[in-house]
Nanobody, 123 residues
Framework: QVQLVESGGGLVQAGGSLRLSCAAS????????MGWFRQAPGKVREFVAA????????YYADSVKGRFTISRDNGKNTVYLQMSSLKPEDTAVYYC????????????????WGQGTQVTVSS
């Protein structure tokens, strides 16, 4: 069982930056792809970014390409989402996901999910 804990959310002005972190429970074994999703009020959850176990395959939603960067540190069992040039439309609860299959993460079908962290971008 993998437990995921997100952190790093907060309130930021448009054009600013935030870095989200998602730490997997200690002792997590196996190789997991990880990713980020977000859900704004009244909207469906949407894919943001994903990364495979090795960190050499990265995937992004068109809406965040060039602004967000996903990375991971397997030694720390942690995945990061560096968000820059933030816009008010980026406001949402951001969720971390993990699964042994990269495709499952990308499609929102991951086995493991965190509780989410709120990101609010003011105009």
């Amino acid at each position: 069982q993998v437990q995921l804990v997100e952190s790093g959310g907060g309130l930021v002005q448009a054009g600013g930056s935030l870095r989200l972190s998602c730490a997997a429970s200690e002792g997590t074994s196996g190789t997991y792809a990880m990713g980020w999703f977000r859900q704004a009020p009244g909207k469906v959850r949407e894919f943001v970014a994903a990364i495979n176990w090795a960190g050499d395959a990265l995937y992004y939603a068109d809406s965040v390409k060039g602004r967000f960067t996903i990375s991971r540190d397997n030694g720390k069992n942690t995945v990061y989402l560096q968000m820059s040039s933030l816009k008010p439309e980026d406001t949402a609860v951001y969720y971390c996901a993990a699964d042994a299959r990269t495709r499952a993460v990308r499609e929102g079908l991951g086995d493991y999910w965190g509780q989410g962290t709120q990101v609010t971008v003011s105009s």
